[in-house]
């Protein structure tokens, strides 16, 4: 499992994280054997969100009573956690007193003293940056945070927020995939007249976490598009699918290890979020980590997506 340190931060993570938002319906020995799983191919980040499961906090309380961590096995663990939406609406709320509600909230039912990373759970377009900057102020100077970020978000989104805040963004969740590329896509047709593929929609966001060491964490590797099921094996990518099952062969290792590859291969260091609750998908992802694929065959799973290369 290749791994890196965080920018901004002394925590060292894996590439892969395993996020936890089906967990909510499973059973304690379930959710031992997906976490066991994952560690024992080095995924040791764990990603939750207060929204997550049928409940506030529902699918961390989960993960706390199926695991029931001691203080030592805490601490091999990177914990990151979200907050910002509120499901009753739904609506988006990054006020000072629901962030640090939120996060009082997930420490109490994971059963920690501390989050290593909380990230704003997408854009709130009410934000005021103040309310922001002085609940990280409060949550970082009680050690109830170690590291501060956000999802989904834009440059001068996060701008407007480092303006205010003190604490380092250190990464930014956003979906990725070989199907749903746009982040990547745009600046590979950029100046294309008449190609939908080179209109700007995210202000450049992957350079710009580039250029100011922030990390992308990848969301839905394996979804087609926006949680309408995954591209792997299916029949609306047939060309796609083609090319992943030969590299598959050359490889020696599953399809689901060349989807991750694709997004690790790319020099932003980024991270990849499984969203899956199967082991054996979680094990087979892992042999992502650290797959060298060439520049030739990352850029024809790209065109193979339906991308355009000029």
């Given amino acids: 499992m290749k791994t890196f340190t965080l920018p901004g931060t002394d925590i060292v993570v894996p590439n892969i994280v395993l ?69 009753d609406g739904p609506y988006f709320d990054f006020s000072y007193e629901h962030l640090v509600e939120s996060v009082n909230g997930s420490l109490e039912a994971l059963g920690t003293d501390y989050l290593d990373i909380l990230l704003l759970h997408r854009p709130d377009a009410l934000v005021e940056p103040e309310e922001v900057a002085r609940a990280f102020d409060e949550l970082s100077a009680s050690g109830k945070v170690r590291a501060f970020g956000v999802s989904n978000q834009t440059p001068q989104q996060i701008e407007l927020l480092r303006r205010h805040v003190s604490q380092p963004i250190v990464a930014n969740q956003l979906q990725l995939s ?68 030969r590299l598959s062969g050359k490889y020696d290792v599953p399809a689901e290890a060349i989807a991750v590859a694709w997004i690790t291969r790319h020099p932003a260091r980024m991270q990849v979020v499984l969203g899956t609750t199967t082991p054996e998908r979680v094990t087979a992802a892992a042999l992502g980590s650290d797959l060298p694929l060439t520049r030739p065959e990352w850029y024809e799973l790209f065109r193979a997506a339906g991308y355009t290369v000029p």
């Fill in 178 to 245: 070989i199907t749903h590329a746009p982040i990547v896509a745009q600046g590979v047709a950029a100046n294309m007249q008449g190609l939908d593929q080179s209109i700007v929609r995210d202000g450049g966001i992957v350079d710009y976490c580039r250029l100011h060491d922030i990390t992308v964490q990848a969301w839905s590797p394996f979804q087609a598009g926006f949680f309408d099921g995954p591209f792997l094996g299916s029949d609306r990518y047939p060309e796609l699918n083609a090319v992943i099952d």
């Fill in 19 to 87: 996020g936890l938002m089906r967990i909510q319906d499973k059973s304690d020995e379930e959710v031992r054997t997906l976490v066991g799983t994952a560690r024992d191919a080095g995924i040791t980040f764990l990603d939750h969100a207060d929204v997550y499961g049928s409940g506030p906090h529902g699918c961390e309380r989960r993960f706390a009573e199926a695991l029931r961590l001691t203080s030592s096995e805490r601490e091999q663990l990177v914990i990151q956690s979200k907050a910002g939406i509120v499901k």
